[in-house]
């Protein structure tokens, strides 16, 4: 599954977490493989199942 970068980065500034943001934003393709990048979402604090369903804003 993929997910929109721009998800995650909304996402993440709603919880205060600029900088994180920042850097994905800078880092990370602009569709986010869910598999190839478990880890990192994992880090993030982030479940792809709660954006898979949101619209990017």
Same mark, same amino acid.
């Not at 997910?3 to 990370?28: F, S, T």
């Not at 393709?29 to 199942?49: E, K, Y």
């Given at each position: 599954?993929?997910?929109?970068?721009?998800?995650?980065?909304?996402? !993440?500034?709603?919880?205060?977490?600029?900088? $994180?943001?920042?850097?994905? /934003?800078?880092?990370? #393709? /602009?569709?986010?493989?869910?598999? $190839?990048?478990?880890?990192?979402?994992?880090?993030?604090? !982030? /479940? #792809?199942? /709660? !954006?898979?369903?949101?619209p990017a804003k």
């Open positions: 599954m993929e997910i929109d970068k721009l998800k995650i980065v909304e996402w !993440l500034h709603g919880r205060g977490q600029h900088a $994180r943001a920042d850097w994905v /934003d800078k880092e990370l #393709p /602009d569709r986010v493989d869910t598999v $190839r990048n478990a880890g990192l979402l994992a880090t993030l604090g !982030l /479940d #792809p199942a /709660d !954006l898979a369903d949101q």
